[in-house]
């Protein structure tokens, strides 16, 4: 009979940390499938962030290492100058790159650090209890935004597909969902594009994953994959908001 699905054999027999319905528990398989399918699984590193996905390096039989909050971006500026023939994968949640690492992030691109980065973006904190991020949407209630988040008083969401696809040392810079099965594969097509990039000698490439969170979002599963598409999507629309390997061919 022919296998026409298998468990990525990259992962651990571990259990996901995750909630239910969590949007990291997918991103997580898609990342292992596309280093086995690189066949990186000897020379990728993954640098994980304080946040929801702190203990994913129990999850994947590959070289990881954990980085102090918001500052993944400078562990992967470190690994890939000093191992220039590995492959180094940021992976970072909205909380921990744009609230506590802004400076590291934008400073990597615009130094043109030649490696992947993963941000996942499902518009709050998760990990520490439901807080509002520099992504949350406006209107959106979290614990500490109890009515609602107000421009006047906490600013306006940040786009970082956007944002950081304006700085020169950014080579790639895409948006996509994970929310339902042809946005999966089209994640996927994203963040393999992500890493081949970096395999291939270039600039920063970044995908920014966004994401369901039902617990940090206060509804059902079913109903937080409704939301990316209903209420995420005004603010952060599917695209491809940069991409020099187009022009480079």
């Known amino acids: 009979m022919k296998v026409v699905y298998k ?62 909050h918001g500052r993944a971006p400078s562990v992967g500026t470190g690994l890939k100058r000093a191992l220039p023939e590995n492959t180094v994968i940021v992976y970072q949640g909205d909380g921990d790159m744009v609230s506590e690492g802004m400076a590291e992030i934008m400073h990597a691109a615009i130094r043109g650090e030649k490696f992947s980065v993963i941000f996942v973006n499902n518009a709050i904190f998760g990990m520490t209890g439901g807080q509002m991020a520099p992504t949350t949407l406006l209107e959106q209630k979290t614990t500490t935004s109890p009515y609602g988040r107000r421009a006047e008083t906490s600013g306006y969401p940040v786009n970082m597909a956007e944002l950081i696809s304006n700085v ?66 005004k603010v952060y629309p599917l695209g491809v908001f940069k991409d020099m390997g187009v022009n480079d061919n």
Not at 14 to 33: D, P, Q, V, W
Not at 214 to 224: C, I, K, M
Request: aromatic share 8%.
């Open 7 to 68: 468990r990525p054999e990259l992962l651990t027999d571990a259990h996901f940390s995750y909630c239910g319905g969590c949007g990291h528990g997918i991103i997580n398989k898609l990342l292992a499938e596309i280093i086995e399918e690189e066949k990186l699984a000897e020379k990728a590193i993954l640098v994980w962030p304080i946040g929801c996905s702190v203990y994913a390096d129990q999850n994947f039989k590959v070289d990881s290492i954990c980085a102090l």
């Open 168 to 233: 020169r040392g950014c080579y790639f810079s895409e948006r996509v969902y994970v929310n339902n099965p042809k946005n999966i594969m089209n994640a996927k097509k994203a963040i393999k594009k992500c890493i081949q990039y970096q395999m291939e000698g270039k600039g920063l490439s970044f995908v920014e994953v966004v994401s369901q969170c039902p617990t940090g979002w206060g509804v059902n599963p079913l109903d937080s994959l409704k939301m990316v598409e209903t209420e995420m999507s």
